[in-house]
């Protein structure tokens, strides 16, 4: 397994007992000088952490090139834990944060990845209206073909 290259650790004004840090990581595997950005965030226990770089690879070969570079990106991927409430709030305003940027960024494509993802799908998807994509933790390996749909103009969710 590749070191990270780059570690980025937002929100530091919440308390670590209740909410870990985001993490992006980039690596000589998951950068692949191609034209598609994709940055990830991972929120949450270790787990996280691994389906992230998980989620990278697979989008890697699918000619996404892993950035650290928010405002560059063409799609981002928030991976989630919902155990504590406050996680689910952190993860609420970086959303907002994110989409201010896809404001400016049209195409950018916004995603919710994980346990937080499956259990407000709908909450995020119709109600809110705050991501594109919507992936349950088991379901990374679809990411392709939901990306393919969001693409197309519609909204994805596994």
């Known amino acids: 397994m590749s070191q990270p290259l780059i570690t980025l650790d937002f929100l530091d004004k919440a308390p670590a007992a209740e909410v870990l840090p985001a993490d992006v990581r980039v690596s000589a595997a998951t950068r692949t000088g191609r034209a598609r950005k994709l940055y990830i965030e991972s929120y949450g226990c270790q787990m996280n952490f691994s389906d992230s770089e998980i989620v990278s690879s697979i989008l890697a070969a699918e ?11 063409d799609l981002v ?82």
Do not use: W
């Open 63 to 73: 000619g996404f090139d892993t950035t650290e570079d928010l405002a560059g990106a």
């Open 77 to 158: 991927l928030l991976n989630t834990c919902s155990i504590r409430e406050k996680a689910e709030q952190t993860v609420r305003m970086r959303l907002k944060q994110i989409n201010s940027h896809k404001k400016r960024k049209p195409g950018m494509l916004v995603g919710v990845l994980g346990c937080m993802a499956e259990r407000l799908k709908s909450k995020f998807l119709e109600e809110e209206k705050i991501v594109d994509l919507v992936v349950g933790p088991d379901a990374y390996r679809d990411l392709p073909q939901l990306i393919s749909q969001v693409d197309g103009g519609q909204k994805a969710v596994n």
